[in-house]
Every structure is written in C-alpha cells, then in structure tokens.
C-alpha cells in the first residue's frame, strides 16, 4: 500500500495536507461551522485543571495542546508523561478532566494512567487515531483523530493530527464558555494544508540540508524557544530513532546552564524560530553557538527571516506554527536515516505501539 513511495514514512509525511482537511471536514457542520460532540464541550466546561497524559511523540503533541487550551479556553493545563504519572502521581484538583492522547489507542504506559484515575472516579476523554482501541473504549469519550492508518514506525501525520484536533477542542471549549475569539480553527488549519504542501514540495532542498548537516555527525542539537521548544524536543525524537544520531531538543535560554559545554567544531545545531517575541533572543542563542564552532541551519517563519537563514516556513496563524515546522523536521529526519542506510520505517528495538509498561 506505498504505491509509488518507498517508504510508509514518506508517504505519511505526505499525507499530512489531506490530513487536515479530513478534520475540517469531520469537525465542521453542514453551515461549516464548527462541530463536537455536546458531552465533551459539557465535560470541558466542567473540568477545573485539564491533565494531559501521553507518551513520546504524542506527549510532544500534548505540550502544544496546552498551549491552545490555556490561551484560547483559559483552563490551566498539566501535561504528563504517562510512565512518570503513574509512579508518581501529582496532587489533582477538584475537578480534573483527563485528556489522553495515542495514536494507537494501545499504549501500556498510557492505560495504566487511565485505569488508576477510573478507580479514582475522574472522568477521561481519548485522542486517538484509532476509535475501538483499548483507551478509546475505557475512556467516557473520544475524539479521532482521522490521520488514516500510521504505518512507520516513526509517528509524523498522527502528530499534525493530534495538534490539529487539540486547537479545535480548544476554540469549542472557548466559545462554549463564552470567551471571544479572532480565530476560526478550521479557517486556519486550511491555510495550514496549503503551507504544508508548499514544503513537501521541498523535498529536495531538504534533502541536500540533511546531507549537509547530518552525513556523518554523531549527535544533533534542535533549539528552540516558547512553541519552537516543543517542536525542538519532537525534531530531536524523530532524528534519534530513525538515524540513531544522538538528538537533544533544548530551550535556547537553557544552553548556557550545561548544554552549549557539548558544542564543539561541526557539532549540527538546528534552531527553530517562528514566534516573533523569541525571534531575537533564539538568534542570539545560535550566535553563542556558532562562536564555539556550531554548524548551525536556522529554519524561520516567513516575516522573521534574515539572510543565512537554511529554510523559510511559509507564514500560518501564529498558534499554529508546530503544523508547519515540524513538516522539515521530519522530512531532515527521513533523509538523514536514508543517507546512513537505516531501517527508515523499522528501526532498531522500537515497536509501532508499546502495549508493555
Ligand atoms: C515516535 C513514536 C512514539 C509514540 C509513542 C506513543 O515517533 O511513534 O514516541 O509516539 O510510543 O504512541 P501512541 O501515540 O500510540 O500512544
């Protein structure tokens, strides 16, 4: 089922427009307004504190998600690594909403959270690609995340999916609380199709990037500040587990408490900046960097781009950015493990769901 692809992960990567609009399509009434079902925007009304609970790429989504549910629908939010949740339980608020977020629906990690807060009596909601699946069954309710069958290993349309369905839930709790917003979710998420087609036309630019920074390197370092963060941390996974570089995803303010001590000559740094109020500040990061002999390939956001700059983002709804920078981060990922002959949809000691804890 690659068709003319050689890879699944290439194609999924691909798929990632069609993607978005299958869930403006699913998302939306037939006035093309926007459309969720009346028992979650109840159950989001209701929650007092919003707890996030995934695991690897699907926990990168969750930490963009905080970003939409704090700013849009003004509820705090907690994100959890599902493994760390489960030994070592935060104190809960009064009333706590559970957002569980798997493309498999199957993770172990994940189901053991579920199943102690069930015990608990807190009510739970799924994000899952896969509605049927065990914590899409065990939750109260489910949101899908129509990405369509994830094949690779390596997670990349599940995760523009996850980002997506996580910035409609936001706008529908928002305007069910009555808070006014200039932002039309499925509006945007169209222009967001349309960008990220622009950059999978890119493919071979991208290509020769990943040749040039990541041919023979031992390690990689992603940074990025605020949004770009997140993205940092889910570029670096993508590389780690495909090319088996070692990645690293760090906030630009944290390299000189420890980590700029690892730059040396040649060392790969890919900083990521999309967000205007960070634009200078991650800037002056990649020129400490670069001082001690960093490669550094700066990927910006269309309007925030300076000469130098590797790559430029074409311009989306500032919420939005991770849909679209993610979009070469993945693409580097998929070329660099090609060059160095990796196994690109299978890598080494990973299973596509990890149903053991
Ligand atoms: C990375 C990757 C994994 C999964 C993680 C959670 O590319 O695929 O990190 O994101 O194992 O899986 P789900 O989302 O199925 O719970």
């Given at each position: 089922e690659k068709g003319t692809y050689p890879h699944f992960m290439l194609k999924e990567i691909d798929e990632q427009p069609i993607v978005m609009r299958n869930i403006i399509r699913e998302y939306q009434d037939e006035k093309g307004e926007l459309k969720l079902d009346k028992d979650i925007r109840k159950a989001m009304q209701k929650a007092d504190r919003i707890y996030i609970i995934a695991a690897g790429t699907s926990y990168h989504a969750g930490l963009v998600g905080k970003e939409f549910l704090e700013k849009l629908s003004n509820i705090p939010v907690e994100v959890h690594v599902a493994s760390e949740f489960s030994y070592n339980m935060p104190l809960l608020s009064e009333k706590p909403l559970f957002i569980f977020i798997s493309?498999?629906?199957?993770?172990a990690d994940s189901r053991a959270v579920l199943v102690k807060i069930k015990e608990l009596g807190h009510p739970a909601l799924t994000l899952t690609n896969?509605?049927?699946?065990t914590l899409s069954r065990e939750a109260n309710y489910t949101l899908p995340l129509?990405?369509?069958?994830?094949?690779?290993?390596?997670?990349t349309k599940a995760y523009t999916a996850q980002i997506a369905v996580l910035a409609v839930l936001a706008v529908d709790t928002a305007r069910a609380k009555g808070i006014k917003l200039d932002f039309d979710p499925l509006q945007e998420l169209a222009i967001v199709a349309n960008a990220m087609e622009v950059i999978t036309n890119q493919k071979e630019e991208l290509e020769q990037l990943a040749r040039d920074y990541?041919?023979?390197?031992r390690n990689a370092f992603y940074i990025g500040r605020s949004t770009d963060y997140h993205v940092a941390q889910e570029a670096a996974l993508k590389l780690k587990e495909i090319s088996y570089i070692q990645a690293e995803g760090f906030a630009g303010g944290e390299l000189?408490?420890?980590?700029?001590?690892?730059?040396?000559?040649g060392t790969p740094v890919i900083a990521l900046t999309t967000q205007e109020n960070v634009n200078y500040s991650i800037r002056g990061n990649v020129q400490e960097v670069v001082a001690r002999g960093a490669h550094a390939l700066i990927i910006s956001s269309k309007g925030l781009e300076q000469d130098g700059d590797a790559f430029v983002l074409p311009p989306v709804h500032e919420l939005l950015t991770p849909l679209v920078s993610v979009i070469p981060m993945q693409l580097l990922a998929y070329y660099a493990a090609l060059h160095r002959d990796c196994d690109v949809d299978k890598p080494r000691n990973l299973a596509k769901s990890v149903t053991v804890e």
């Open positions: 493309q498999s629906g199957e993770t896969v509605p049927g699946s129509h990405a369509g069958p994830e094949i690779a290993v390596a997670s990541f041919a023979i390197t000189k408490h420890g980590t700029i001590a690892l730059i040396e000559d």
